[in-house]
């Protein structure tokens, strides 16, 4: 249907799923980035939870708000942040 959307997923691509936003699955680049932040919260906990992690928040916060202000389904505000 979306193949280009498809790509962004890591799900088996011999099942056709017809909802898979309740179960977890996300687009590749926030894996990326969510395994990213795991090392660096495994690696310095105390740093990463008492200073580091309050910036990224933020930042992940104001991104979200680009989207229209009547948009409140997760799903179409990651899709209006990583695709503009």
């Not at 699955?25 to 495994?42: G, N, R, V, W, Y």
């Not at 933020?58 to 997760?74: M, V, Y």
């Amino acid at each position: 249907m979306f193949p280009e959307l498809k790509k962004l997923f890591m799900l088996n691509r011999e099942i056709s799923y017809l909802n898979h936003g309740s179960y977890g699955a996300c687009p590749k680049p926030i894996f990326d980035s969510l395994i990213k932040m795991k090392k660096k919260l495994e690696f310095e906990p105390v740093r990463f939870l008492g200073y580091d992690v309050f910036p990224l928040l933020e930042k992940s916060r104001d991104s979200l708000l680009i989207c229209p202000p009547g948009i409140l389904n997760l799903n179409l505000r990651l899709s209006c942040f990583l695709h503009g």
